[in-house]
């Protein structure tokens, strides 16, 4: 089983950036794909990115593409969103998760979830 606990959310103004962090527990955190969704007030979890489970292949929603980039410490057992030319679109509570098989853009592919971090993005 797998722990993941996100942090690194909070209020940026337009223009800015922040980074997400999300570790993880357990000692087979290599065996595992990651993505990250986001959830904004009043609407479903949508899709932002995923990375494989060594880390050499990623994907991106296109809403993201070229301003966010997902990334992965194996050794730390962390992966990360690095999220860039925030906009107030962005505001929204963000969730890593796992799957033990290959990355995937769909929500129900993962099988653990964090609590969520929130992200506001201010105009």
């Known amino acids: 089983q797998v722990q993941l606990v996100e942090s690194g959310g909070g209020l940026v103004q337009a223009g800015g950036s922040l980074r997400l962090s999300c570790a993880a527990s357990g000692r087979t955190f290599s065996s595992y794909a990651m993505g990250w969704f986001r959830q904004a007030p009043g609407k479903e979890r949508e899709f932002v990115a995923a990375i494989s489970r060594g880390g050499s292949s990623t994907s991106y929603a296109d809403s993201v593409e070229g301003r966010f980039t997902v990334s992965r410490d194996n050794a730390k057992n962390t992966v990360f969103l690095q999220m860039l030319s925030l906009n107030p679109e962005d505001t929204a509570v963000y969730y890593c998760?796992?799957?033990?098989?290959?990355?995937?853009?769909?929500?129900?592919?993962?099988?653990?979830w964090g609590q969520g971090t929130e992200v506001t993005v201010s105009s």
């Open positions: 998760a796992a799957r033990s098989g290959p990355r995937s853009r769909g929500p129900r592919d993962y099988d653990y």
